[in-house]
């Protein structure tokens, strides 16, 4: 079991920037890989970006040389740095964790990005 609690939403200008945070508690050991999604009203919920247990990175081209995942050393805590942010990232967004067949979800967290 992996237990994800998603902070750091808000609201922001464009071309603004937010943190978003994940805490991750649980099987942490067991993790392969841990995930930011997005999901925007009316639209599917889409990945954004994606760490590998040995640290690859995957992003969304929608996010490229925006947006920055990272994590702790142990796992605890993933992050999603965002920068240059446009009104087309405002989004619910997710925490998400795969481990073996297993997807775990956190709540989500709103971004609006807005003048």
């Known amino acids: 079991q992996v237990h994800l609690v998603e902070s750091g939403g808000g609201l922001v200008q464009p071309g603004g920037s937010l943190r978003l945070s994940c805490a991750v508690s649980?099987?942490?050991?067991?993790?392969?890989?841990m995930g930011w999604y997005r999901q925007a009203p009316g639209k599917q919920r889409e990945v954004v970006a994606l760490m590998t247990s040995g640290g690859s990175t995957n992003y969304a081209d929608a996010v490229k040389g925006r947006f920055t995942i990272a994590r702790d050393n142990d796992w605890s805590t993933v992050y999603l740095q965002m920068n240059s942010l446009k009104p087309e990232d405002t989004a619910v967004y997710y925490c998400?964790?795969?481990?073996?067949?297993?997807?775990?979800w956190g709540q989500g967290t709103q971004v609006t990005v807005s003048s």
């Open positions: 649980g099987s942490i050991f067991s993790i392969n890989v």
């Open positions: 998400n964790a795969e481990v073996a067949v297993y997807a775990y």
